[in-house]
């Protein structure tokens, strides 16, 4: 019962976050250099480990389907398995909880250092506004860094099994291709980026929350840190359900 309480005072605290940094953008608008540095800061530190992770994963990816399909004759339609896989459900998933194990912990890191070190109180004792300058830059940061990111996973990745293919599966670039296309449409790739821009608000957004929530001195940092991205990567598990669902009832409505 205990559990429930604090799940549900959590979930209520977060709401209010939410709500907060959507009513500082909506009268203060957004501060067009701290976004895009923030923007900088998220590509940067997440670009390698996502464009590392994307094309093993496409590799990957194109060696199992291909060996699974070949028993039934269908061996050049790996191109269909890997480009829909990569942009409805791997690209956007994957991305998201690689920046959130990359850069979610360290924005959780740094406003829990700012917390118990009473630097947040002290923004507050000047007038400022926490949210303004510590949280709602991160997050509209999140939310274009997300989509961009997984965009370019989703490219590497079809590059990565393309190689696999070419070079292990005896499959050529134009059956590739041309199996891509065929499988792949628009309204899947805009699904991908609606499922990264839903991401980046969840993974950025618990990072931001996890850090203010912050109690407990050095240590409360390790443990804040590690509970966001935790809660961060299981947050987007569950959330990639619901916005399947949510997207497939659209679709077919």
């Keep these: 019962m205990l559990k429930v309480r604090e799940l549900s005072a959590s979930l209520g605290k ?5 709500v907060d940094v959507a009513r500082d953008i909506w009268r203060n608008g957004i501060s067009l250099r701290e976004v895009l540095r923030q923007v900088v800061w998220i590509g940067n530190n997440s670009l390698p480990i996502v464009l590392l992770t994307a094309v093993f994963t496409g590799m990957v990816l194109a060696l199992q389907t291909a060996y699974g399909l070949h028993r039934f004759g269908a061996k050049n339609y790996v191109g269909n ?20 194990g990359r850069v979610g912990a360290g924005i959780a890191a740094e406003i829990a250092s ?43 990745g079809i590059l990565g099994g393309l190689a696999v293919a070419t070079l292990e599966l005896g499959i050529t670039a134009h059956q590739y291709y041309r199996s891509y296309l065929y499988a792949v449409q628009i309204y899947d790739v805009v699904e991908g980026l609606i499922k990264s821009f839903a991401f980046g608000l ?6 931001c929350y996890k850090g203010l929530q912050c109690r407990g001195g050095t240590e409360g940092v390790g443990l804040t840190t590690t509970s966001a991205v935790v809660t961060g990567s299981l947050a987007v598990f569950v959330a990639n359900f619901f916005l399947t669902k949510l997207l497939i009832i659209f679709k077919f409505a």
């Design 202 to 207: 969840i993974v950025v957004s618990i990072a």
């Design 114 to 156: 700012m917390t118990v070190t009473e630097q947040v109180d002290a923004i507050r004792s000047l007038g400022g506004d926490p949210i303004r300058r510590l949280v709602s830059p991160r997050i509209v940061a999140g939310l274009i860094s997300l989509p961009l990111l997984t965009g370019v996973a989703v490219i590497t």
């Design 14 to 18: 977060y709401t209010l976050l939410l």
């Design 81 to 100: 398995l890997v480009g829909l896989a990569l942009a409805k459900e791997l690209g956007p998933v994957l991305t998201a909880v690689m920046v959130c």
